[in-house]
């Protein structure tokens, strides 16, 4: 019976501990692209965000924009532009698709610790 009691509460635990995505979100993800990125993808709500590209909502980024494909696919950073493209960033900031993009001087490149909690947060389960 102690064994069924320990059961239930691991469960029950297990179940408390599943990742609120929204909560990291705005905890650890959105101060990144509010430096990085949302001058150009979403900010002024009067203009449309650059390449369909809505970085404002959790919601707009996991749709992606009018390219590259979903901007989260959860567990899978290689079909996750949001990652794919601050990844290039960093890697190679003369590819076409790295964010922020190179010809503006004033870019805030995403550091390796903010991109690796990126991956964290889209591997998160
Ligand atoms: C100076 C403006 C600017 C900034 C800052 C910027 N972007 Fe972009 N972004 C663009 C433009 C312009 C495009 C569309 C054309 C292109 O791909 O070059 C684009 C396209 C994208 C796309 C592809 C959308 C699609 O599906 O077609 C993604 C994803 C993206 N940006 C993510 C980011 C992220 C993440 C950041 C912050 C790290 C960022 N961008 C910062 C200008 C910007």
């Known amino acids: ?7 239930t509460l691991l469960t ?8 609120d995505h929204e909560k990291a979100f705005k905890a650890d ?6 430096k990085s990125c949302i ?10 965000p650059k390449g369909g590209f809505d970085a404002t909502s959790l919601e707009a980024i996991v749709k992606g924009g009018k390219e590259a494909g979903a901007g989260i ?6 079909k996750s532009s949001l990652y794919k493209s601050c990844e290039l960033g960093i890697s190679n900031p003369d590819d076409d698709a ?8 004033d870019r805030v490149a995403l550091t390796k610790e903010q991109l690796a909690k990126l991956k964290s ?3 998160a389960k």
């Open 73 to 78: 696919t959860w567990g899978d950073i290689s």
């Open 29 to 34: 993800i959105a101060p990144i692209l509010e």
């Open 1 to 7: 019976m102690r064994t069924l009691a320990l059961l």
């Open 12 to 19: 029950a635990s297990s179940a408390f501990a599943a990742v």
């Open 39 to 48: 001058g150009c993808h979403g900010k002024d709500k009067t203009k449309k």
């Open 121 to 123: 947060f889209i591997e």
């Open 98 to 105: 790295a964010m922020p993009p190179k010809k503006k001087k």
